[in-house]
T-cell receptor, first 114, second 115 residues
Framework: DQQVKQNSPSLSVQEGRISILNCDYTNSMFDYFLWYKKYPAEGPTFLISISSIKDKNEDGRFTVFLNKSAKHLSLHIVPSQPGDSAVYFCAASDSGGGADGLTFGKGTHLIIQP | DAGVIQSPRHEVTEMGQEVTLRCKPISGHNSLFWYRQTMMRGLELLIYFNNNVPIDDSGMPEDRFSAKMPNASFSTLKIQPSEPRDSAVYFC?????????????FGPGTRLTVT
């Protein structure tokens, strides 16, 4: 039973356009959400996070939106660049951002086309 | 800092053999996590430690899996005996574990193949 779902295994976007990656969750106890980026043969690296008390968090080209009523979050990348091509994982925590383990989605492979 | 260090990077073993994966967390981090990535199940949390103490091992699939953290700078994940379905990439991650926001820093992973 996947508590964090990324329903798009892959997404292709043209360079310079906006990339939107989606994530849904089922556990209403989740109160902290993170996005990780992963290149082949490397471990995931932290990208951006959001607490459930917020509905938006922005960091440069990356913005995460949270819709608690829909149990949905999305990551926007604008403008998309070739180096953004990677697998993006959505993750969630039910511990208020404490030191507990994360529940991950299966990932979305983003391909930025020149 | 060198980041989270995992060894070996690749491991190929035969079914029934014991496998030991190693992890050195980032200095100063007091939380350590073991994850497994497979095509079918994605990234799954196996076990995590706070201050060297195992907190939640509910993700460990079977008794064949065990993990230890004898000190703040070292952890092992052991599979005995190994089976082909254990083939996966195993990641170790660490964090300073302080709220309200934190990041987990991942190692490069160990790709395990059990034949």
């Amino acid at each position: 039973d996947q508590q964090v779902k990324q329903n798009s295994p892959s997404l292709s976007v043209q360079e310079g356009r906006i990339s939107i990656l989606n994530c849904d969750y089922t556990n209403s106890m989740f109160d902290y959400f993170l996005w990780y980026k992963k290149y082949p043969a490397e471990g995931p690296t932290f990208l951006i996070s959001i607490s459930s008390i917020k509905d938006k968090n922005e960091d440069g080209r990356f913005t995460v939106f949270l819709n608690k009523s829909a149990k949905h979050l999305s990551l926007h990348i604008v403008p998309s660049q070739p180096g953004d091509s990677a697998v993006y994982f959505c993750a969630a925590s039910d511990s208020g951002g404490g030191a507990d383990g994360l529940t991950f989605g299966k990932g979305t492979h983003l391909i930025i086309q020149p | 800092d060198a980041g989270v260090i995992q060894s070996p990077r690749h491991e190929v073993t035969e079914m029934g053999q014991e496998v030991t994966l190693r992890c050195k967390p980032i200095s100063g981090h007091n939380s350590l996590f073991w994850y497994r990535q497979t095509m079918m199940r994605g990234l799954e949390l196996l076990i995590y430690f706070n201050n060297n103490v195992p907190i939640d091992d509910s993700g460990m699939p079977e008794d064949r899996f065990s993990a230890k953290m004898p000190n703040a700078s070292f952890s092992t994940l052991k599979i005995q005996p190994s089976e082909p379905r254990d083939s996966a990439v195993y990641f170790c991650a660490s964090s300073h574990g302080q709220g309200p926001t934190y990041e987990q820093y991942f190692g490069p992973g160990t790709r395990l193949t059990v034949t």
